[in-house]
């Protein structure tokens, strides 16, 4: 039986093409972080030709030469003695064949001049942000939109235009599905909150929102990310005006935080969270970097993840048994007093609020509801992009009950416009129903789970998750990885049992 090895000079082949993406994000890197402010056209030019010349690479001749040797390129079907080679090589073959058809159809002078605005658009989004402008960043945004349905138009679609964007980030993932699950999901937590929201025991909050230095918080937040596992050795922290991770080899993997004096929790769940995303990139296998079967599956799967360490582990009653007295050393001037409880009831607050990436678990998945209704809206009915304020704020009345009050806590919040992210923010809640059903697995697998993270332990945790998710790359889908990990299909029971169980004791819900 042929196994990887067989497909030897195809491999290497997609690993040089990898190098170049790498140094696309480098640059992409560096732009959110330490590049000068002047430096944003000549940056935008660069990317467009490196972007352009990984794509020429990706569909050339000799990329066409090797996977046609083992694949028919109409059908994506794998060709003869290829249909009996070991599960592994064919499913490189899949995946690889499913990169190179999406990719084909994609002209190169239109892959140049997406990398050129969208560096653009980025670099405006920073600025519209700062000013709270969303006129400023506008005109960059319809650049975007048009690109996006441009790129629909290449790549095709069945029932909504807007499959060929979830397609991108949640391979499978369509409209149909994922609108009776987040209307079932809706049904379910609206209630919950509603009870929440009237529970005469609300936490108190106010000693989280003192004043705590940006040092101490960055410093404690290395010392969590270092516990969880991440590998500073192979890996960084840096500031951002939005946290996000990047990854050039599992060697060099990259994440950002920002930080806010008057806010003790922003920067360390950002940090929980981008380290979750890092642990992954972290725990794929480097011998494979370049394939598929060496980057992560989906974007649902990656957010399952992030949303597992911050939430599920980092708002945990063990995690902070171990670092709460850790914390309340570090700012007693802030902390004095604030018992254990009355820290954790505060941690786990449920309050409707602006910002999605601070808000709590429940009220989350509306944040990412409005998201996806408005990114709908411009791709399946043309809204205009001038439109986006006022509908967001809207959908926020409608959905949280509080209206923002500037563009920057509104409509200019997310980066992921100003990059042409369409199709990315349900992963959010996809990860977020996940990140709890493989949680669950692993307290079932391994019963003395919340004791080791009590103690400050993390590695069985980290383990388990390189062993069961990490490890897989994209040899399997979403749905196979997550029946091999849980036995079970994504069931978002667990996640709203999961929230009653939490909330009920600390809102005294009956």
């Given amino acids: 039986m042929k196994t990887l090895q067989d497909l030897k000079p195809l491999v290497s082949y997609l690993q040089d093409v990898q190098h170049l993406s790498s140094a696309i994000s480098m640059l992409h890197w560096d732009q959110e972080t330490y590049m000068p402010p002047g430096a944003g056209r000549g940056r935008a030019e660069q990317l467009s030709a490196l972007e352009g010349l990984a794509h020429d690479k990706s569909v050339g001749p000799e990329m066409e030469r090797l996977l046609s040797k083992w694949v028919d390129l109409k059908s994506g079907q794998v060709k003869g003695e290829a249909r009996d080679w070991a599960e592994e090589a064919r499913a490189l073959l ?11 159809k994609l002209p190169s002078e239109f892959v140049r001049r997406f990398g050129k605005a969208s560096s653009l658009s980025e670099q405006v989004w920073v600025e519209a942000r700062k000013k ?8 960059h945004l319809k650049t975007m939109v048009a690109l996006k349905k441009e790129e629909i138009g290449y790549i095709g679609y069945q029932a909504s235009p807007y499959d060929a964007l979830l397609d991108d980030y949640e391979p499978g993932m369509t409209v149909a599905k994922l609108v009776p699950l987040f209307a079932s999901l809706k049904a379910q937590l609206a209630p919950l909150l509603e009870k929440i929201v009237h529970s005469p025991v609300q936490p108190k909050a106010d000693f989280l929102h003192r004043a705590y230095p940006p040092e101490k918080q960055l410093a404690f937040g290395q010392q969590v990310l270092e516990a969880m596992g991440f590998d500073f050795n192979h890996g960084r922290q840096d ?32 940090s929980i969270h981008e380290g979750g995303h890092a642990l992954y990139d972290q725990g794929l296998d480097p011998d494979l970097f370049g394939t598929p079967l060496g980057e992560a599956l989906s974007l649902g799967i990656h957010e399952s993840q992030s949303r597992l360490w911050e939430n599920g582990v980092g708002r945990s009653k063990p995690f902070w048994k171990h670092f709460y007295p850790i914390l309340q050393k570090t700012f007693s001037e802030g902390l004095t007093g604030v018992d254990p409880e009355t820290f954790y009831a505060a941690v786990n607050r449920v309050r409707p609020s602006l910002i999605r990436v601070e808000a709590d678990e429940l009220t989350y998945n509306l944040h990412i509801m409005i998201r996806f209704e408005i990114e709908r809206a411009l791709i399946e009915e043309n809204l205009p992009v001038e439109a ?13 009950g509080i209206t923002p009050d500037s563009d920057a806590d509104g409509v200019l919040q997310d980066i992921h416009w100003s990059g042409g992210a369409f199709g990315y923010f349900p992963t959010y809640t996809l990860g977020n129903l996940c990140g709890v059903q493989f949680l669950n697995q692993a307290k079932k697998e391994r019963p003395d789970l919340e004791e080791e993270i009590a103690k400050g332990n993390f590695l069985p945790l980290k383990k ?3 062993e069961k998710v990490h490890r897989w790359g994209r040899r399997y889908s979403s749905d196979d990885l997550i029946r091999r990990v849980t036995g079970e299909s994504l069931n978002p029971d667990y996640f709203v049992r999961y929230l009653k169980e939490k909330f009920s004791p600390i809102y005294r819900l009956a």
Avoid: C, G
């Fill in 464 to 466: 388990w998750l390189n």
């Fill in 94 to 104: 899949r995946e690889v064949w499913r990169d190179y058809n999406k990719a084909t």
């Fill in 388 to 400: 986006l304020p006022s509908l967001w704020n809207e959908k926020m009345r409608q959905y949280l």
């Fill in 132 to 139: 709270s402008d969303f006129s400023l960043f506008a005109p």
């Fill in 239 to 270: 500031l951002s005006a939005h946290p996000f991770t990047t990854s050039f080899h599992p060697t060099d993997v990259r994440i950002t935080t920002r930080v806010e004096a008057d806010d003790l929790l922003s920067s360390l769940f950002s």
